[in-house]
C-alpha cells in the first residue's frame, strides 16, 4: 500500500500515514521504519498493512523517493535530534487515558490540542465537557506534564 505521512510524534515513537486516494489514517510505529531515516510529515511511503488488536497498523515502511534506484541517496552522519513535545502540536488523543469517547466530548467542546487543556482550569474543562470534575482534573493534569 502507499500513503502519505501526516502526523509524527518523534518523542513517542509513533504517527499516521494518510492512505493513497482514501481519508484513512493508519497508525505506525518508528520501529517499522527505515533505519536510515527519521520519519518527516509529508514524505510519501509504501508499506504493509496489518490488523492488531488495536486496529489497522502500518510495517515494512519503505521510503518513496524520486531517486533512481542506482543514485545514492543523501543521509546525515548525525542522528537528527527528537523535536521537543513542544515543537509538535500534541492533539487531545495523546493524554494518557483518554478513550475515543472523551476525545469527542472534548472536540466537540473547542479543546483540539493539549495547549488548549492545559490552559485552563478543570471547572472550566468539566463545564463545557460534561465530564466530571475528578475527571477534568486530572486531564488537565495530563495535558500540563505533556508540555513539560
Known amino acids: 500500500m502507499k500513503g502519505k505521512i501526516i502526523k509524527y510524534f518523534s518523542f513517542r515513537g509513533f504517527g499516521f500515514i494518510a ?12 520501529s517499522s521504519y527505515p533505519e536510515v531515516a527519521q520519519p518527516e510529515i509529508g514524505k510519501d511511503v509504501e508499506f504493509e498493512l496489518i490488523e492488531t488488536p488495536k486496529g489497522k497498523e502500518a510495517t515494512n515502511i519503505k521510503i518513496l523517493t524520486d531517486t533512481p534506484a542506482d543514485e545514492p541517496v543523501d543521509t546525515p552522519a ?5 523535536e521537543s513535545p513542544e515543537a509538535s502540536i500534541l492533539e487531545v ?3 494518557k487515558g483518554v478513550g475515543k469517547a472523551t476525545e469527542e466530548k472534548l472536540r466537540g467542546a473547542g479543546f483540539d490540542t493539549v ?4 490552559t485552563v482550569d478543570a471547572d ?4 463545557k465537557t460534561g465530564i466530571s470534575s475528578k475527571v477534568a ?12
Open 19 to 30: 492512505l493513497e486516494n482514501s481519508q484513512d489514517e493508519i497508525f505506525f510505529h518508528v
Open 78 to 82: 548525525e542522528p537528527v535530534e527528537a
Open 93 to 95: 488523543g495523546e493524554i
Open 115 to 118: 495547549e488548549s487543556i492545559a
Open 124 to 127: 472550566t474543562v468539566s463545564e
Open 137 to 148: 482534573a486530572k486531564l488537565v493534569a495530563s495535558a500540563k506534564e505533556l508540555l513539560e
